[in-house]
């Protein structure tokens, strides 16, 4: 389907919102049929999420700033867990403890 243009999209906002939400879900759903069934069933949950923060949005501007809320503690958790995985990384790697029969290079320096 076509998009129609911004005029257009700006009538049904003003005049029309039930259509403008139509093209949305719409919209939405030929881009989630795009994808995989595990990714699909991922992406409704996600799109279930945005839908309930908007029904509770006392406006437009209340939802976006829902969503946009959504959107930045989603990423404050994925670097918290890449930062945890850093720090379990470190940790495996300072406790490599090397066989009987090798000889460190610096130890063997310092004790000469």
Same mark, same amino acid.
């Given at each position: 389907?076509?998009?129609?243009?911004?005029?257009?999209?700006?009538?049904?906002?003003?005049?029309?919102?039930?259509?403008?939400?139509?093209?949305?879900?719409?919209?939405?759903?030929?881009?989630?049929? !795009?994808?995989?069934? %595990?990714? =699909? /069933? $991922? @992406?409704?949950?996600? !799109?279930?999420?945005? %839908?309930? =923060? /908007? $029904? @509770?949005?006392?406006?437009?501007?209340?939802?976006?700033?829902?969503?946009?809320?959504?959107?930045?503690?989603?990423?404050?958790?994925?670097?918290?867990?890449?930062?945890?995985?850093?720090?379990?990384?470190?940790?495996?790697?300072?406790?490599?403890?090397?066989?009987?029969?090798?000889?460190?290079?610096?130890?063997?320096?310092?004790?000469?």
């Amino acid at each position: 389907m076509e998009m129609p243009d911004f005029d257009t999209l700006k009538h049904w906002a003003l005049a029309e919102p039930e259509r403008l939400d139509a093209l949305l879900h719409q919209q939405i759903e030929a881009l989630i049929a !795009q994808v995989g069934p %595990d990714q =699909q /069933r $991922r @992406l409704r949950g996600l !799109q279930f999420r945005i %839908d309930c =923060q /908007r $029904r @509770l949005a006392r406006n437009n501007l209340d939802s976006c700033i829902r969503i946009a809320n959504m959107m930045h503690e989603s990423v404050h958790a994925m670097r918290r867990h890449i930062v945890h995985l850093q720090e379990a990384s470190q940790e495996e790697s300072e406790e490599i403890v090397p066989p009987n029969n090798v000889i460190w290079l610096a130890e063997r320096v310092k004790n000469k």
